[in-house]
C-alpha cells in the first residue's frame, strides 16, 4: 500500500459589502510538493446567479454538495439561510453525506455564509469568510481593506487574494471572481 497524498491548494474569500457579495477563489491545485493544475473554478453561481458559492476541500465532494445545497435553494425559494441550515442539518445526519470532505462559503447580496459537515452555519460579523489553506491570510487582508478604505467588495476581494497568493504557498494569483449582483463578472480561470 502507498502512502495516503495530502491535497492542498484552495483559498476561498467571501467578502460582503453594501449590498454586493464577492467570492474569489484562486486557481492552484496541489498535491504534496507538487502543482497539479494553475486555473481549477472554485466558485460558481447558483439559483440563477442569485447565490454564489466556493468550495474547499475534495472536488467531487464539493460538487456533490453544490447539488444538494441548490436543491434546498430551490426548495426554499431562495432564502439562503434557510437553505443552509437544512444542507447543514442534511449534511451531518446522512450516512453518505457526512462522510463528504469539503468546505462551503455562500452568499447573496445580504448575507455571507460558512458550512461545514459538522453542522456549522456560521455568519461573520464583519462580512468577511474565508476557507482553505489560505483562508486566514485572505480574511486579514480583507478585513483591513473593509475597515480602512473604501474599496468595493470586488476591489477588497481581489486585493486580498493577492495578498494571500503572495504568502501562502497553497495559493496562486489565478483568480475567479464572481460578484451578486453581477455588477461584473470577472472569469480569469477556466472551468477544467
Known amino acids: 500500500m502507498g502512502v495516503a497524498t495530502t491535497w492542498h491548494g484552495t ?25 497539479l493544475k494553475h486555473r481549477a473554478r472554485k466558485i460558481r453561481p447558483l439559483f440563477d446567479g442569485h447565490v454564489v458559492a466556493g468550495f ?5 465532494d464539493a460538487l456533490t454538495l453544490f447539488d444538494k445545497f441548490e436543491q434546498h435553494l430551490k426548495a426554499w425559494d431562495g432564502d439562503l439561510r434557510r437553505a443552509a441550515v437544512e444542507l447543514a442539518r442534511e449534511w451531518r445526519t446522512d450516512r453518505y453525506l457526512r462522510r463528504l ?6 452568499g447573496d447580496p445580504g448575507q455571507l455564509l460558512l458550512l461545514s459537515g459538522e453542522g456549522d452555519v456560521i455568519e461573520p460579523d464583519d462580512g468577511v469568510a474565508a476557507i482553505g489553506t489560505g483562508g486566514p491570510y485572505a480574511a486579514a487582508a480583507a478585513r483591513a481593506l473593509l ?3 473604501g474599496l468595493t467588495a470586488p ?9 494571500a497568493a503572495d504568502l501562502c504557498i497553497y495559493t496562486n494569483d489565478q483568480v475567479t471572481l464572481i460578484t451578486v449582483p453581477p ?3 470577472e472569469y480569469e480561470a477556466d472551468d477544467r
Open 11 to 35: 483559498t476561498i474569500l467571501g467578502v460582503l459589502r453594501d449590498g454586493v457579495v464577492a467570492v474569489a477563489g484562486d486557481g492552484q491545485v496541489t498535491a504534496g510538493d507538487v502543482v
Open 56 to 60: 474547499a476541500g475534495a472536488v467531487a
Open 101 to 106: 470532505e469539503a468546505q462551503l462559503l455562500v
Open 147 to 149: 475597515r480602512h478604505t
Open 155 to 163: 476591489q477588497i476581494a481581489r486585493a486580498a487574494m493577492q495578498v
Open 183 to 185: 455588477e461584473r463578472q
